[in-house]
């Protein structure tokens, strides 16, 4: 495989809306993500009600990439051979003594099955993407509170949470005004959404004047997808896309046959009749990836239309339209901009006393880098002290170079470089930073491991 990318070879372009074109403020958000859950537990499940209350550095617990064994309690950051690296029983790290006697060193037992699919079972759950990551927090402060009352050495409140994920998120819930999500972000947007930045939208215009097929395909309903497209690019977004597919269900989207998933029609957000086939463009609900690129075939002419798919999730967007698809595959990773933030540039000249604009940095912080997990890419095994030796890659870094094409920070990063820009790709036979625009993270670079590994 070729080790240059470039967006000018793709005929057509896909993009995911939550975390991709549509960018959250993350710390608004991430309260009212874990209030919505918490609320559901306390109220309708009768969980302690102390989980209602959250201190401002109890997000610092968020970190993407970790996997919570259901049946322990036990959180886990994974290196890239299984083995564990952090851990977390509750909100409570464990010393690299209890991991070793817990865990060992060797390969965590569920690995096999997570690592093959990027998957999520029963038994664990994988925390990928900044929907998900004030549940984890919620989850281990659920353990905290079960082990101070019932003490308690396997735990049954998974269900549970899944009972407040889907209260909040169901497909009625928007309509409804059902939970605290939904309600709260259609009355108070800019608190939550950011506006897509002109370069972006320009850039999406110039995609579609240079012949490219614009997809929009989001696992949000209709009319969520509809609000948020407002908010960020205008009453007009529509004219942005060639097709927009809602309720995609993803992973489900890329790994179901047509049979098992058929394109639906919506008339007034309501899912009608299902699709024998995909003829033309528009807007859809549900839906596979086999029928769309039979579609793609057609509008572009091609008996193999090479597609590009931009995504924030690496269960749900990356590795499916890699592995079942076989897309090239954009990861944005809002991680890569974590030695970046700083001081904002525009107050580093002012004394840190003057406070406004550093304590809305400050509170960005966590979501870049969590002092409990450490680096999103490297760490150390536990209980060696030779550094050198043991600074190992994270399953999580491991999964970007093996099913992206490139990763970057946001689109913006990418937005004024001319169409035919080429990029390095991942790939086997180059370094394990090739593939990161515009910079490799810091901690994969040597001699930067002292910066970050505290």
Not at 47 to 55: G, P, R, S
Request: proline share 5%.
């Amino acid at each position: 495989m070729q080790q240059q990318f470039s967006l000018a070879d793709c005929d057509v372009m896909g993009f995911d809306l939550d975390h991709t074109l549509c960018r959250y403020h993350l710390p608004q958000s991430a309260r009212l993500i874990y209030d919505s859950f918490a609320q559901y537990l306390v109220t309708e499940k009768g969980y302690d009600k102390d989980l209602l209350t959250l201190a401002p550095d109890n997000l610092d617990f968020c970190c993407k990439g970790l996997v919570l064994d259901i049946e322990e309690g036990n959180f886990l950051k994974l290196a890239e051979d299984g083995t564990v690296l952090r851990a977390s029983h509750g909100t409570k790290s464990m010393t690299s003594e209890e991991i070793l006697e817990t865990y060992g060193r060797r390969e965590w037992k569920h690995f096999n099955t997570v690592s093959g699919m990027v998957s999520r079972s029963a038994k664990y759950y994988l925390y990928d993407n900044y929907f998900d990551l004030p549940g984890a927090l919620l989850c281990a402060r659920v353990v905290d509170t079960l082990d101070e009352h019932d003490g308690q050495k396997k735990y049954d409140f998974w269900k549970d949470m899944v009972a407040a994920i889907q209260h909040n998120y169901k497909i009625t819930a928007f309509k409804e005004d059902c939970g605290m999500y939904f309600p709260e972000v259609k009355n108070h947007p800019d608190k939550y959404l950011q506006r897509c930045p002109e370069s972006v939208k320009k850039w999406l215009k110039q995609l579609k004047s240079a012949g490219k097929i614009l997809l929009l395909i989001t696992s949000s309903h209709s009319d969520y997808c509809r609000l948020l497209c407002e908010h960020i690019l205008g009453n007009d977004f529509e004219e942005y896309f060639d097709v927009v597919i809602t309720n995609a269900l993803k992973p489900g989207f890329f790994s179901h046959t047509p049979n098992q998933r058929p394109f639906r029609t919506l008339e007034n957000d309501e899912e009608q009749e299902a699709l024998l086939s995909l003829d033309k463009p528009g807007w859809y609900s549900q839906g596979n990836a086999i029928q769309l690129y039979e579609l793609l075939k057609k509008m572009t002419g091609k008996l193999d239309p090479k597609v590009v798919y931009f995504g924030d999730s690496m269960h749900s967007d990356i590795f499916p339209a890699r592995h079942y698809s076989n897309w090239e595959t954009v990861f944005i990773l809002e991680e890569l901009l974590g030695n970046k933030v700083m001081v904002p540039a525009e107050t580093e000249a002012e004394p840190l006393e003057k406070k406004g604009k550093y304590e809305e940095y400050q509170h960005k912080a966590p979501y870049f880098v969590s002092k409990q997990w450490g680096s999103f890419f490297v760490d150390r095994l536990p209980g060696l002290e030779n550094a050198e030796e043991t600074l190992v890659h994270t399953w999580s870094c491991r999964c970007i170079s093996t099913y992206s094409t490139i990763a970057i920070p946001s689109l913006e990063a990418i937005a004024d470089l001319p169409l035919d820009y080429r990029f390095t790709r991942f790939s086997s036979n180059s370094s394990a930073t090739a593939g990161y625009y515009p910079s490799p993270p810091r901690a994969l670079l040597p001699n930067e491991e002292s910066v970050t590994m505290k």
